[in-house]
Nanobody
């Protein structure tokens, strides 16, 4: 079992920046063996893929809506994955979820990921 805990969410003005963190713990596979990803879900909408990163950290994949603005990274020594968000827009407002899995990092279907955090709220004001 793997536990994921997100942090770093909050309220930010449009155009601002925010960094989310996701710390992993538990037994089984080591953190470095999992692909990691970020999803988000706004009220009344389905959970959507935001970004993914391979187990090595050498490969990244982004949704078109965030490409060029968001950056995903990981520190395997700290069992932590990050989402750096720049040039935030009101439409980025959502609960952001961290995910881990043995799937490929570019998997955009939420149901195919193995483990999930509880989410952290990101609100972007206009």
């Amino acid at each position: 079992q793997v536990q994921l805990v997100e942090s770093g969410g909050g309220l930010v003005q449009a155009g601002g920046s925010l960094r989310l963190s996701c710390a992993a713990s538990g037994r089984g596979r080591t953190f470095s063996s999992y692909a990691m990803g970020w999803f988000r879900q706004a009220p009344g909408k389905e959970r959507e893929f935001v970004a993914g990163i391979s187990w090595s950290g050498r490969n990244e994949y982004y949704a078109d809506s965030v490409k060029g603005r968001f950056t995903i990274s990981r520190d395997n020594a700290k069992n932590t994955v990050y989402l750096h968000m720049n040039s935030l827009k009101p439409e980025d407002t959502a609960v952001y979820y961290c995910a881990a899995g043995t799937n490929y990092y570019y998997t955009t279907t939420a149901a195919l990921w193995d483990y999930w955090g509880q989410g952290t709220q990101v609100t972007v004001s206009s």
